[in-house]
């Protein structure tokens, strides 16, 4: 069997070695409650803790009497210890969502033992990498070891099982995966492979499941910076996947690894073998899938865009003015899939010498970027010489010098993107969404501050599709009367950053884009819950 046509095998040795990190994090204030976290504030010892591994301690106890905090708890009962448990839990706010941790539906597993004053409990984050988790955990301990009656506390941290919050027939490859982030310059030569790799690698250490794909079939980089003891990918023949290498606890995969170099072939057939490659591999639970994208705007990076559900994209660019002249065709492009960019990285700024700090380059690409366009971060990484050599030797810089300037740099992108992720994600998750209680289609779009009501009536007759619409003449098929005016959504679901797919009683699912949703008529007159709906 062979693998995009090649002429050689795949190897069918296989090397698996799962490494578990973590990372020190934040101190919290003592008597501080809320958690604040800065993208652009250097997290304390984090490097102190990097590339560790994960020594995980399981509390056990015998409860008397037990309780389940399910996601979304909205309402505590205050006269009771479960609710005196969750009143304590619900002083802790969350800095991304801005809202406390019970409401975000952390707690888990409640469980209270009265006689003996014990409580246990889980606090299952959004991501392993969470860069504020020991916080939560010595925070969550004060505040129920406050009351009274508790003698002893019991906290074990998790995170959420990784999964997309996209829609649609995904391919097997990509149902696992919780974050898929493009790391892109569309110029040459700016670092982008250097940045993606070692960025990897940062949320790794921060105690992540991380993978990386090489998206450059012309060029891959993949291979001369890492070093996998195993440097052939394999297939598994029954299943018709692609088993990625491993090093360092993260998977690889790259065309380079396919045992063809480099290509050598037109662009439609790139296209077919990146979506092979990516879609076809056998990830496993992964919560961030780094993409290290191919330079330019053309036909593989508008593939690329559209057959997985990117969660966002970091820019990478060089100070001189033609760095920036591409970076922003890139930029443009990932505005019109509607992939947030959240982070710029500026690399080659600067060396020292003498004393002085020289920009050899001149200053200003980067944040040029972030002000024309709005990137909320932008990171600078210096001209070292180690930075260069260890993307030769197969060792990624942050691995090789975790406590080094750059590797300090990397630790606050890596925290920058697991925030802006755990933000994105939440804002599209919510969205658009159903209240039964009013029977309206609440609308909030990501990046908007506005909200605003929809009848579902209105929405489904709205339906722009071509069991609605007839393609050739615009005649409208739906007709107003075929929608009953008490209609209800059955479901509603994130379609990437752009649209919802909504389904409806007769079993029909409506794409509805978020631009189309704010052109509807909207409700004005809501309807006040009664009693009974509430």
């Known amino acids: 069997m062979q693998l ?16 578990h990190l973590k990372s020190g994090l934040l101190s919290p204030e003592k008597h501080l409650i809320q958690s604040a976290v800065s993208c652009s504030s250097q997290p304390k010892g984090l490097e102190n803790t990097l590339w ?25 009962s205050t006269g009771t210890a479960e609710g005196d448990v969750l009143k304590a839990l619900s002083q802790i706010i ?31 984050l959004t991501t392993p990498a969470c860069p504020i988790k020991d916080m939560f955990e010595q925070q969550a301990n004060e505040v129920v070891k406050n009351l009274p009656w508790v003698k002893n506390v019991n906290v074990t941290m998790s995170a959420q099982p990784a999964r997309p919050i996209y829609a649609g027939q995904l391919p097997a490859g990509l149902q696992t995966i919780s974050n898929i982030v493009a790391v892109s310059s569309c110029k040459g030569g700016v670092g982008k492979s250097t940045v993606a790799v070692n960025l990897a690698y940062t949320l790794a250490g921060m105690g992540a499941r991380v993978g990386i794909f090489d998206a450059d079939v012309y060029g891959p980089s993949l291979p001369t910076m890492v070093s996998p003891e195993n440097r052939l990918l394999e297939m598994n023949p029954e299943k018709r996947t692609i088993i990625p290498t491993e090093y360092l606890g993260v998977k690889l995969v790259s065309f380079g690894f396919a045992g063809q170099g480099r290509a050598i072939m037109r662009g439609p057939m790139v296209s077919g ?3 092979q490659l990516l ?14 994208m191919p330079p330019g705007t053309g036909d593989i990076q508008l593939t690329l865009c559209q057959v997985v559900p990117l969660t966002a994209a970091v820019i990478v660019t060089t100070p001189q003015k033609l760095a920036f002249i591409d970076v922003a065709k890139g930029v443009r492009m990932f505005s019109k899939l509607k992939v947030p960019c959240v982070a710029v990285v500026e690399n080659m700024c600067h060396f020292d010498a003498d004393g002085k700090r020289h920009y050899p380059f001149g200053r200003g690409s980067g944040s040029q970027v972030v002000q024309q366009f709005g990137i909320p971060h932008l990171f600078d990484l210096p001209i070292r010489p180690t930075l260069s050599a260890s993307g030769d030797s197969g060792m990624p810089e942050v691995v090789a010098d975790p406590l080094g300037e ?15 992720c755990a933000k994105i994600r939440q804002q599209v998750s919510t969205a658009v969404t159903y209240d039964k209680s009013i029977k309206a289609i609440r609308v909030k779009v990501p990046d908007s501050d506005e909200e605003f009501l929809l009848h579902p009536a209105t929405v489904r007759r709205n339906d722009r599709s071509a069991q609605s619409v007839d393609e050739w ?23 990437g950053n752009y649209a919802v797919s909504i389904t409806w009683p007769d079993g029909f699912s409506q794409i509805a884009p978020y631009d189309q949703l704010q052109t509807i008529e909207r409700l004005v007159d809501v309807p006040q819950p009664t009693a009974a709906q509430v």
């Open 4 to 19: 995009l046509h090649a002429s050689s095998s795949l190897s069918l040795s296989l090397h698996t070695s799962k490494t």
């Open 52 to 76: 560790v591994s994960r020594n995980r301690s399981i509390f056990s106890s015998i409860p008397t009497k037990a309780a389940s905090v399910e996601a979304g708890a909205s309402s505590i």
């Open 94 to 124: 969350d800095p991304d969502f801005g809202t406390d941790i019970v409401s975000c539906g952390f707690v888990k597993d409640l469980q209270i033992d009265e006689a003996l004053g014990e409580v246990s409990f889980r606090l299952e």
């Open 273 to 275: 073998v990146i979506d």
């Open 279 to 292: 879609t076809t591999t056998e990830w496993g639970e992964l919560d961030y899938l780094v993409i290290d």
């Open 406 to 420: 750059v590797a300090k740099t990397f630790q606050n992108l890596g925290v920058c993107l697991v925030q802006q």
């Open 473 to 495: 003449t615009g005649e409208q098929k739906l007709q107003y009367t075929d929608v009953p005016e008490d209609i209800e959504p059955e479901e509603i679901r994130p379609m």
